[in-house]
């Protein structure tokens, strides 16, 4: 164990954790959009930043979900400089989605009101913060999505803006999504999944043998089956999680019966 000085407080913490992870466990808030707690630290949304104050009295700002603890340092999480440079990332956020609840709840959080840039073009609601390229490439291993063209254009994707074979229609990027410029709508045993109103893929959905309900894609039945995972869903008689439970509960009775 180490110890470190959180603003007022002295905490111990295990060598290696981010600054993020020992400032939450020990109640003290650091805003983030880029950050999950399934996936590596990015460092892109940089709302997470800190002062790390040196023994000589200098002071350098950091992303707290990349910088990890050492014994003796002093992080400052509140500075009247970090909350200016957090509410000046803010003003740029509002810019690309002024509509999304999360970005305006950071925005009255921060007295961010009006950004004083000048809007450049139509808002797309996304902010850029990369949990839906990470999640499909680095989670689900599928890399069905990525972020395309540059600057100001960029945006979410899938390759050469066609249909993406690799899409198993998991749904994990709109999960992760943190302004729901990314959603999904399921109708007619098709489930579709939409950035903003650009449609990204579409996957058939497959009801459950047991009550009926749509549960799952076809394509994530297959891919989890392929992969050999443990408790995978049998892709002959599929049964949602809830009919699973109601069978294993069964058959558990029946030997008590006896009795």
Known sequence: MISIQLNDLQVECEQGRTILEVARAHGVEIPTLCHHPSLPPAGLCRLCIVEQEWPDGERSVKSSC???????????????????????????????????????????????????????????????????????????????????????????????????????????????????????????????????????????????EDCGDEFTTRQLLDWTAQRGKPNAVDTEHPVCPACARQRQARRMARPLARY
């Open 66 to 208: 990349t910088l990890q603890a050492t014994d003796g340092m002093k992080i400052l999480t509140d500075t009247d400089r970090v909350h200016s440079l957090r509410a000046g990332v803010i003003e740029l956020l509002l810019l690309r989605a002024p509509h999304a609840t999360s970005i305006r709840d950071l925005a009255n959080l921060y007295g961010v009101e009006q950004p004083a840039l000048t809007q450049l073009q139509e808002p797309d609601g996304c902010v850029l913060c990369g949990l839906c390229v990470r999640t499909c490439e680095q989670s689900m291993a599928r890399e069905a999505i990525t972020c395309a063209q540059r600057s100001t254009g960029r945006s979410v994707a899938t390759a050469f803006h066609d249909r993406s074979e690799n899409c198993v229609g998991c749904g994990s990027c709109v999960n992760v999504c943190p302004t729901g410029v990314l959603h999904l709508e399921q109708q007619d045993g098709v489930r579709r999944i939409f950035w903003n109103d650009q449609l990204l893929n579409e996957t058939e959905l497959v009801p459950c």
